[in-house]
């Protein structure tokens, strides 16, 4: 399956073909010694609205989709 098929299916950023633009940061130091952290949601305006970068390198793809 190529990655683009693979965001089409599970990312939560895919709309049509187009990026909501949506980054999440979990500090995983801090997880690690408090057992929670806060989850940081961002819009990356760069990336609204734009074509999928899936195939060439996407930060949230390979974080929450390939680390599955």
């Keep these: 399956m190529t990655k683009l098929k693979k965001a089409q299916l599970e990312c939560a950023n895919w ?5 909501t633009g949506c980054s999440i940061h979990i500090n995983k130091g ?3 010694r ?3 952290a806060p ?5 990356l ?3 609204v609205n734009k074509p ?4 060439d ?3 949230y793809f390979e974080n929450y989709i ?3």
């Design 45 to 47: 305006s760069k990336k």
């Design 52 to 55: 999928c970068t899936a195939e």
């Design 30 to 32: 801090y997880l690690e």
């Design 39 to 43: 989850v940081f949601q961002t819009i």
């Design 34 to 36: 408090n057992s929670w």
């Design 15 to 19: 709309d049509c073909g187009k990026c």
């Design 57 to 59: 390198g996407c930060d």
């Design 66 to 68: 390939l680390e599955k």
